[in-house]
């Protein structure tokens, strides 16, 4: 969308505001309508992420996103459709209904697949891979911005609904989550995958042993219990564990990134770019594509903890630089000089190549940190038993400000112009201290073991807390065992906790 806002052929088919008195050039929806259009589809994640956790109960974190894929051809179909504005709000609520199953259960399905030394790696390849799909569409549609007529927008719309089919006949030769299999008593299945993704092939593997003996302990435990239900969540021994998820999605949006993917192109016409903005808006992109290259590669490392603080800290100084700038050297445009009030604001000179420069390192510093770390980050939190409900949870908690920020952005900038920039260096702010406080260290722990940090017996825990974050660390001695290195001591464990009971 940030890339077709701007165009011709978008503004005169759905031409909501008439042509220009001055100009008589098409201005397209006003403020309020574009960010109606525009947040629709974060509408849509919300509930497609609600209801995600119910569907990958039942169905399994494989076929959950395989049926994700088939909605999302649905509503591209009625996208590239679209005669009015009306009829691309539903496809773009039907697109987002798919993404918001996805968005919930990818994390959860690439979690129970990984060895906890590369887990965040692996999801952090999810975060990369989605950089990649946003950077390429940008391109599809500044390159298609050349056609003529309503091919222009058609064209890459229609386009979406290829990594759609990929998706759906890909997944068909990928195992299923071997926690949801163990779930569902299909043991020998959930051996055969850990034996494939964790083993090597050996069914022998001491880490496959170790793995399976976990999982069958937690199965056997919740059974012991009650079904699982979204009260749950509330109860005092999870509370704590269902804030911590909600904010890292809830923060991952209040730091602006989104802003700057879906209105870059206001925000650039602010610094006087040009009439053709989409190219060094299309920086950005590239940026975020290079910068997730570091998390891929070191994520598991460093932890979660130190990306999300050094995230913060950044983000919140360039944020504070753009809303300094645009305070001080900005000024507002002449009558009728631009088709949105969004783009309320006209930089020039230095100050408007300080303002392209600070957006650029905002991207840099998200790209490695918040950007991977809010979706591996969640995935690791929860119990087997409401692992699905409770991510889902948290991630309809990313779509639901998604949404909100997607619609109130243009008339913020509308209305209280730089002030905008002031209000995300709060978030940032105010996020950073919440990440010190609260967020305890998950990396290479196993998923069973992320569990121990939240019980209220460890010595020095905090009631309701568990732990305090601030004491957690990032232990990788779990390297050594997935790499068959482990002590004699550890296989007498091993051994021990696999031998059957008497």
Request: some cysteine.
């Amino acid at each position: 969308m940030s890339a077709i806002i701007s165009t011709t052929p978008y503004k005169c088919q759905f031409n909501q505001q008439g042509n220009n008195p001055t100009t008589g050039q098409c201005q397209g929806p006003d403020d309020v309508v574009q960010g109606g259009i525009t947040a629709s589809m974060p509408g849509g994640s919300w509930l497609g992420a609600l209801v995600s956790g119910v569907i990958t109960d039942i169905f399994g974190r494989k076929t959950s996103i395989q049926i994700g894929a088939l909605i999302w051809i649905v509503g591209s179909i009625l996208v590239c459709a679209s005669q009015n504005i009306p009829m691309l709000i539903v496809g773009r609520i039907i697109n987002g209904f798919s993404v918001g199953i996805c968005s919930a259960q990818v994390p959860v399905y690439i979690s129970e697949l990984s060895p906890p030394s590369k887990r965040g790696r692996f999801i952090g390849m999810q975060q990369w891979a989605i950089t990649w799909g946003i950077a390429i569409m940008f391109f599809i549609c500044y390159g298609s911005q050349f056609i003529n007529g309503a091919a222009a927008f058609r064209l890459p719309w229609g386009l979406q609904m290829i990594p759609a089919l990929l998706l759906f006949f890909g997944l068909m030769v990928l195992p299923e989550s071997p926690r949801w299999l163990a779930k569902h008593d299909r043991w020998e299945e959930a051996k055969a995958v850990l034996v494939l993704v964790h083993g090597k092939g050996d069914p022998h593997s001491q880490l496959v042993a170790r793995e399976l003996a976990e999982i069958k302990e937690v199965v056997d435990f919740e059974r012991a219990n009650a079904d699982v239900s979204w009260l749950e969540l509330l109860s005092p021994k999870m509370i704590n564990r269902t804030h911590i998820g909600l904010f890292t999605q809830i923060w991952s949006q209040l730091t602006g990134m989104n802003v700057m993917m879906y209105y870059i192109s206001y925000i650039f016409t602010m610094t006087g770019s040009g009439d053709d903005v989409l190219l060094p808006s299309g920086i950005q992109f590239i940026i975020n594509v290079v910068m997730t290259v570091p998390a891929l590669i070191w994520l598991d490392r460093w932890g979660r903890r130190w990306p999300m603080l050094i995230g913060a800290f950044f983000m919140c100084l360039w944020l504070c630089i753009n809303a300094g700038l645009f305070a001080v050297y900005s000024h507002a445009p002449a009558p009728h000089q631009f088709d949105t009030a969004a783009i309320s604001m006209v930089i020039s000179g230095r100050p408007a190549k300080a303002v392209i420069a600070s957006t650029y390192l905002f991207v840099a510093s998200y790209a490695p940190t918040w950007g991977p770390v809010s979706w591996t980050y969640p995935a690791e939190l929860y119990p087997l038993r409401v692992r699905g409900k409770a991510v889902a949870l948290a991630t309809s908690a990313n779509w639901a400000f998604n949404f909100a920020l997607a619609y109130f952005v243009p008339p913020s900038f509308a209305n209280i112009t730089w002030k905008t920039y002031v209000l995300f260096a709060v978030f940032c702010f105010a996020m950073f201290w919440h990440t010190f406080f609260m967020f305890p260290e998950t990396a290479n722990k196993t998923l069973e073991e992320v569990e121990a940090i939240f019980e209220n017996n460890n010595p020095g825990s905090i009631k309701y807390i568990g732990t305090p974050a601030w004491k957690t660390h990032n232990d990788r001695s779990i390297v050594r065992l997935e790499r068959n290195l482990a002590s004699s001591e550890e296989k007498i464990g091993i051994e021990h906790s696999t031998s059957p009971k008497a």
